[in-house]
């Protein structure tokens, strides 16, 4: 697997930061800021699926959509429904 460079390495990292405050919306920026031959990477993919876990558009369901990614730990719980 290659790793990403900047500035979609940056993007991705902020992205990870914003969710880490709970703003989902400045995540998906940073999301979409990342070079479209990229978002297929799976540290991108891992990202926006926590996005939209904790942002409340997926249920505690779709983790049986994709198993081979974790559930993030320390993923509140009242967010996965």
Known sequence: MYQLEAPDSTHLEAAQGW????NHLEAN????RIEAK?????NVLQ??????LNGGF????A????????IPIGTPICTLR
């Open 19 to 22: 969710l880490d405050l709970g």
């Open 29 to 32: 920026e940073e999301l979409e």
């Open 38 to 42: 990229n978002r297929a990477h799976p």
């Open 47 to 52: 990202v926006r699926w926590r996005k939209h």
């Open 58 to 61: 997926m249920s505690y369901d």
């Open 63 to 70: 983790q049986d959509a994709m198993p081979h990614l974790p």
